[in-house]
């Protein structure tokens, strides 16, 4: 954000102008706790996001409580990724077939105000014919995950869960959408 000052004659009066907004394509060209809605930098926390995409990896390839496959007879989990804010704000994805390594980009999850630092709850689970929503690891269930103005502007939320890595990202609502 600018202020832009005029100065008047040789005189100490100045007269104070509107600021001038920032203009952008993307996160990257705003302030650290600014993101880019409608082509203008704004204030990150008070806007609309929703989750673009998500994305695992390092799920094992069998079942570490079990010692056994995720799917008989030998198949590789089916993985799907839950999230929950204290607010009430709830998402779960689609569950990827037969994969370590899963992104989810096509899920209708709502749109969530963040208006402050919040927390997400993450837990990953294999979606199986056996035991529906069984925990991938049992440090899977219940992590939780700061976001705050810097994700926000990054659009980036990364933690693991043992040796999983979960990846989040977050995109402001455009206005004209």
């Known amino acids: 954000m600018r202020v832009i000052l005029f100065a008047v004659g040789l005189g100490a009066a100045m007269v104070l102008g ?27 926390f008070g806007q609309a996001f929703y989750l673009s995409s998500a994305s695992a990896s390092g799920i094992p390839f069998s079942n570490p409580d079990l010692n056994e496959p995720w799917d008989m007879p030998g198949g590789l989990p089916d993985p799907y990724l839950v999230l929950d804010e204290a607010g009430g704000w709830h998402c779960t994805t689609y569950h990827e077939m037969d994969t370590q390594d899963p992104v989810w980009t096509d899920f209708d999850c709502p749109e969530i105000v963040i208006n402050g630092p919040i927390s997400l709850t993450l837990s990953l689970y294999d979606d199986d014919t056996r035991d529906d929503a069984q925990l991938i690891a049992a440090s899977a269930e219940g992590e939780v995950v700061q976001v705050d103005s810097d994700a926000l502007h990054s659009g980036e939320v990364t933690t693991s869960l043992g040796d999983i890595e979960i990846t989040l990202h977050l995109t402001p609502v455009q206005q004209s959408e």
Do not use: I, L, Q
């Open 18 to 44: 509107c600021e001038e907004p920032t203009h952008c394509a993307d996160n990257t060209e705003c302030g650290v706790e600014e993101v880019c809605v409608d082509t203008e930098c704004v204030t990150a």
